[in-house]
């Protein structure tokens, strides 16, 4: 099956549906992750929000699709997968990975006047003006390419020391790393909405200095929260993380009703 014929209950999966909620809040994994990673959120989210991770090809229900390497493509294929869940109110989530695949994909909207997210978080990822220095690694042979992801510290090790397990998921990895050396950022003017950053204090990738220079990308508020643990704070700091997330989703969510 082609990328662009693509059914889009394949791209957004609701681990909870709620009819209820005023506001959807989309959530991109990081480089290897999937969907899975945020189905525990609905336990630690308002009832006003539902959760709707978002499943990218190569991985879980998508093992037999082919993976993105390239952004444009990526980014005009999930705008039209997640036009029909934008009736309603919504934010974008993105950690690593995540963080520079939604920031493009938030572009990509306002350029083609379609309707905006109200919060953007970006979580444990160098914002994408920063260039990134460091020799492309996704066409490494595969013991410096997997020795290279263990120094960089963002592939779990409980992964990397799983044979079986690493050569089944070597081809989804250099896809998505792929994807974030190839990417080349094109300046554009600041969204409005505002925007909330998150980093770990025991990541070495991604400094707090780092992460200070998203602020010109908004021209609402901006807040830099740092939270206890390494790249993948995202697991350990769950509890602090999602309660962030929680209060900016509820200040939103009172700004639309007046409040």
């Known amino acids: 099956m082609s990328q662009n014929?693509?059914?889009?209950?394949a791209w957004v999966i609701r681990p909870r549906p709620n009819p209820q909620a005023r506001l959807r809040l989309f959530c991109f994994p990081y480089a290897g992750g999937a969907a899975s990673v945020f189905y525990p959120w609905p336990d630690d989210v308002s009832g006003d929000v539902e959760v709707c991770p978002i499943q990218l090809?190569?991985?879980q229900g998508r093992l037999e699709e082919p993976p993105f390497t390239r952004m444009e493509p990526l980014?005009?294929?999930?705008?039209?997968?997640?036009?029909?869940?934008?009736?309603?109110?919504?934010?974008?989530?993105?950690h690593s990975l995540g963080a520079r695949i939604s920031f493009e994909l938030a572009r990509y909207l306002r350029a083609r006047g379609a309707p905006m997210p109200v919060h953007?978080?970006?979580?444990?990822s160098i914002p994408p003006q920063i260039p990134n220095l460091d020799s492309p690694i996704h066409t490494l042979p595969d013991a410096e390419f997997v020795e290279t992801l263990r120094?960089?510290?963002?592939?779990?090790?409980?992964?990397?020391?799983n044979e079986e397990l690493l050569q089944f998921f070597l081809p989804l990895l250099r896809a998505d790393i792929a994807l974030h050396e190839t990417y080349r950022y094109v300046s554009g003017e600041p969204f409005?909405?505002?925007?909330?950053v998150f980093g770990g204090l025991e990541d070495d990738e991604v400094s707090r200095e780092d992460l200070e220079?998203?602020?010109?990308h908004t021209r609402?508020?901006?807040?830099l929260r740092m939270l206890p643990g390494d790249h993948f704070f995202l697991r350990s700091a769950r509890g602090p993380l999602l309660e962030a997330v929680s209060h900016d989703l509820g200040q939103a969510l009172a700004q639309m009703r007046g409040g």
Request: a positive charge; charged letters at 15%; glycine letters at 8%.
């Open 5 to 9: 014929t693509l059914s889009t209950n």
């Open 75 to 94: 980014v005009q294929a999930l705008a039209l997968a997640i036009k029909p869940y934008l009736d309603k109110h919504f934010a974008f989530f993105g």
């Open 151 to 161: 120094r960089f510290n963002g592939t779990p090790e409980a992964l990397l020391r």
């Open 192 to 196: 409005d909405c505002p925007v909330s």
């Open 57 to 59: 090809p190569g991985r």
């Open 213 to 216: 220079a998203w602020r010109v």
């Open 120 to 124: 953007l978080f970006f979580s444990g």
């Open 220 to 223: 609402g508020a901006f807040t």
